[in-house]
């Protein structure tokens, strides 16, 4: 690279926040998309979203009975808490809408704290899944990144006596889903989205799958034209770039399991992540305040403990959405740097004594 190159590279503002797909959509889908705007003077279906609904129940393989399209999967969240009303159970540190849900509608919530000794565990006692009307299961969690075993799920499913809602929105990145328990299971619902897995964040469409009752039962809580026209439309025509997809997909995967070793062998812990993010444990709120603020100095942005995103998470972790293999291979270069620099005893040395060699 050359000096300017280089310049211009050290420069260029790398966003992992939030977690959107940041990788390009195929360029024959925008212009399909650009296409359906000529239609946007007209209404979507409403009610019924009858195609829409065919498209998602053939990629997941249930019944058009079974889905419920929403606008994005945190209107599923609401949806779900406002027809089940009464005791809330979170497994924190987890996605903050469940908490936000529950609290829009005035309901108790009961956060049960699963992270410990580096292993978040879903630790749900009887008695707490015996009180609760919702269970809240985010697999993969955010932000922890855990995929949470089928045994683990069937055990609470057995035991609880409310609804169990499974956000299920980072499936395609970790692949196991609960979806075949949805006739077995009567009170198990499923969410999922087109906004982290298919690069459809902005025109918001997620969907609940579960039980034809239960489908009923929340459909009472959405609006008529609650997805709009060109989310409607996006659906089937994203599913048809599946092959296109799964290559983002595979990449991301091996971008993120790089990462984390990377961000392991510099002596910080990172959580091993089945989503599209991983999480970073710094020694304590001191050390990923200096962290956070010097990857920001340089141009990349994450997501710490003390923003909003999360419930329970504290302020020693950072999340990194997994970007492009160049936007992570710059952040371990600047980490690598801010490790250097505190061994040389550059940066505050009360601050910037490195855990480990
Ligand atoms: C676990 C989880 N569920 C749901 C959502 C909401 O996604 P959307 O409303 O875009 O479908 C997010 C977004 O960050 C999330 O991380």
New binding site residues.
Partial sequence: MSNKENYAYARKKIFLT???LKYPLPEELLQELAEELKEINRYPSGGGYDELKEVLANYTGVKVDNILPA???????EMITRAYPGKVLIPIP??S?YEASADRSKLPKLLVPCLQNKEYNLHYSSSQLKEASLVWI?NP???TGTGISREKIMEILNKAKGIVAI?E??YEYFGESSIGLIEKYKNLII??????NFG??GL???FAISNAENIKEISAYGQCFRVNRLAEKAAGKVLKYLDYYQKIWDKIKKVRDDFTQKINQLGWFAYPSQ?NFVLVEARNKEESEEIWGYLKEKNIYTLPGWKD?FSGLEDRFIRFTVGEEWEMNRTIEVLSEYRQRCRRGDLNPHRHTPTTP
């Fill in positions: 939030n977690s959107y606008n994005g999967s945190d209107e599923v969240i987890t996605f809408q985010c969690n955010n932000p956000d929105c980072n969410v999922r989205s087109f906004s982290k459809l964040a918001r469409l997620g989503a995103e």
